[in-house]
C-alpha cells in the first residue's frame, strides 16, 4: 500500500493550490481518507476526510470554506483543493487511508490519526505574506 502526495509548493497568501495523494497497492474505492497537516514545531492536526463514495466530508473549522477534500475512485486519487491560502496554512500535508476500522460516524473519528492505518510521506505547503 503506498500513498503518493504532490502538488504543494509556495503561494502567496489569498491564492490557491490543489493537493493530490494518488494511492496504489490495492483499490481504494472503499475506504475513507484524509488529510492533515503538520506545521513546524507543532503537532500534526486533522485537516479533511471524505468517506469511500465522497458522500460525507468533514473539515477542521478553520479551513470550513476554503478548502474542498474530493476523490476520483476510477483514479485512486484524492484532492484537497486549497483556496484563500493563510500564512497559517503553511505545513507539510499528509494524505491517509482507513482501511480496518469501522466507517467513520461523525468528524471525531474523522479527525483522530489513530483512525487512518496507511500514510503517505507529505507534501510542503508554503504560504508567504
Known amino acids: 500500500v503506498q500513498l503518493q502526495a504532490s502538488g504543494g509548493g509556495l503561494v502567496q497568501a489569498g491564492g490557491s493550490l490543489r493537493l493530490s495523494c494518488a494511492a496504489s497497492?490495492?483499490?481504494?474505492?472503499?475506504?475513507?481518507m484524509g488529510w492533515f497537516r503538520q506545521a513546524p514545531g507543532k503537532e500534526r492536526e486533522f485537516v479533511a476526510a471524505?468517506?469511500?463514495?465522497?458522500?460525507?466530508?468533514y473539515y477542521e473549522d478553520s479551513v470550513k470554506g476554503r478548502f474542498t477534500i474530493s476523490r476520483d475512485n476510477a483514479k485512486n486519487t484524492v484532492y484537497l483543493q486549497m483556496n484563500s491560502l493563510k500564512p497559517e496554512d503553511t505545513a507539510v500535508y499528509y494524505c491517509?487511508?482507513?482501511?480496518?476500522?469501522?466507517?467513520?460516524?461523525?468528524?471525531?473519528?474523522?479527525?483522530?490519526?489513530?483512525?487512518?492505518?496507511?500514510w503517505g510521506q507529505g507534501t510542503l505547503v508554503t504560504v508567504s505574506s
Open positions: 491517509a487511508v482507513a482501511m480496518y476500522g469501522p466507517p467513520f460516524g461523525n468528524t471525531i473519528v474523522a479527525a483522530t490519526a489513530n483512525s487512518y492505518d496507511y
Open positions: 497497492g490495492r483499490t481504494f474505492t472503499r475506504y475513507s
Open positions: 471524505i468517506t469511500w463514495s465522497g458522500s460525507t466530508t
